[in-house]
């Protein structure tokens, strides 16, 4: 079945970058997603990639992705006290209802 | 303002007492799905609906009944909820679903379960 793995917490300090880890086990996952949430509030959408793609740059995110090892990350560069939230990595399929989130990452970022 | 509303925000009951979380989105999305939260589980899917009267089971639908029957509403109904129920809810919508469009949350529900 579907599972998708995250450690569970990242300390760094501002300005240093941050990487965030994710394995999934579906090989046919069509979108992979990295998803923040703050304290208090619901997810939101930072970043996608579909999955013929090896990387995606948006601004100060980089998200790499290696179908071989079904490993996803999310770079975070010059990262700020803002950033200091849950990051969520989650797979769906084309035309399917089914997503799966991991489990969350904390990342706390020190001044 | 496009958004996905959930009511109540915070709901404290008992065991079996029969309880609808409703929500609602305005953005004429055709996907709609619930999950649930808890500490070191991430988010679990309940249910999900690619369209109006058409619902499949997530990963964890036991305890959890829901219905589409417009667009714009997919209320979350507990019939005889229980303690392990006790959670924090999200309800989401798409445009689509699973074509790398983002699923918008709501808020939240904490729920308690005495």
């Known amino acids: 079945g579907e599972d998708v793995e995250q450690s569970l917490f990242l300390s760094v300090r501002e300005g240093d970058s941050s990487v965030i880890n994710c394995t999934y086990t579906?090989?046919?996952?069509?979108?992979l997603y990295w998803y923040k949430q703050e304290p208090g509030a619901g997810l939101q959408l930072l970043t996608y990639i579909f999955s013929n793609m090896d990387m995606k740059q948006d601004q100060r995110l980089t998200v790499l992705l290696n179908k071989k090892d079904k490993h996803l990350s999310l770079r975070i560069a010059d990262t700020q006290t803002g950033d200091s939230a849950i990051y969520f990595c989650a797979e769906s399929y084309t035309n399917a209802g089914k997503s799966t989130f991991g489990d969350g990452t904390t990342l706390t970022v020190k001044p | 303002e496009a958004q996905v509303t959930q009511n109540p925000r915070y709901l404290i009951t008992v065991t079996g007492k029969k309880l609808t979380v409703t929500c609602s989105q305005n953005?004429?999305?055709?996907?709609m799905s619930w999950y649930r939260q808890d500490p070191g589980l991430g988010l679990r899917q309940i249910y999900y609906s690619m369209n109006v009267e058409v619902t499949d089971k997530g990963d964890v639908p036991e305890g959890y009944k829901v219905s589409r029957k417009e667009k714009r509403n997919f209320p979350l109904i507990l019939e005889s909820p229980s303690p392990n129920q006790t959670s924090l809810y999200f309800c989401?919508?798409?445009?689509?679903?699973?074509?790398?469009?983002?699923?918008?949350f709501g808020p939240g529900t904490r729920l308690t379960v005495l």
């Open positions: 953005m004429n999305h055709e996907y």
């Open positions: 989401a919508s798409s445009r689509l679903a699973g074509v790398g469009g983002e699923q918008f």
């Open positions: 579906d090989s046919s996952s069509t979108y």
